[in-house]
C-alpha cells in the first residue's frame, strides 16, 4: 500500500457483563493515545485516527489485541476507512468548511 495519510474511525462495542462497557472503550483508547505515529480524534461514538495506512492499520491491530490480551471476553469493532490512492486524505480536508 502506498505511504499518504489516510484516516479512518474506529468504534469498539464490548458485549461483556464483567464490568461497564465504557471501561473496555477507555482501555482501548489509551492504546490509541500512546500511538507517537497516528494524529487521533477521540468523539463520542467513535475515535478517529490519521496518519499512513501501515499505522493505521498497525492501532486497529493493537487495540484488537489489547482487548483479546486484557480477557475482553467479546467485542464488535467497527471500522471506516478511507483511502486515495494519490495523495493525502485527511480529516480536516472534510470537516474544515464547517469550522
Not at 490519521?50 to 482487548?67: K, P, S
Request: charged share 20%; glycine share 6%; with cysteine.
Amino acid at each position: 500500500m502506498h505511504n499518504f495519510i489516510i484516516n479512518a474511525s474506529i468504534q469498539i462495542i464490548p458485549v461483556v457483563t464483567d464490568k461497564h462497557p465504557y471501561e473496555w472503550v477507555d482501555e482501548a483508547i489509551a492504546i490509541i493515545q500512546q500511538s507517537t505515529t497516528v494524529k487521533h480524534e477521540v468523539g463520542p461514538f467513535a475515535t478517529v485516527v490519521e496518519g499512513n495506512y501501515e499505522d493505521v492499520m498497525a492501532i486497529i491491530h493493537d487495540v484488537n489485541e489489547y482487548l483479546y490480551s486484557r480477557g475482553c471476553s467479546e467485542w464488535i469493532t467497527n471500522c471506516q476507512i478511507q483511502i486515495r490512492s494519490n495523495g493525502n486524505i485527511t480529516g480536516d480536508e472534510k470537516t474544515e468548511k464547517f469550522k
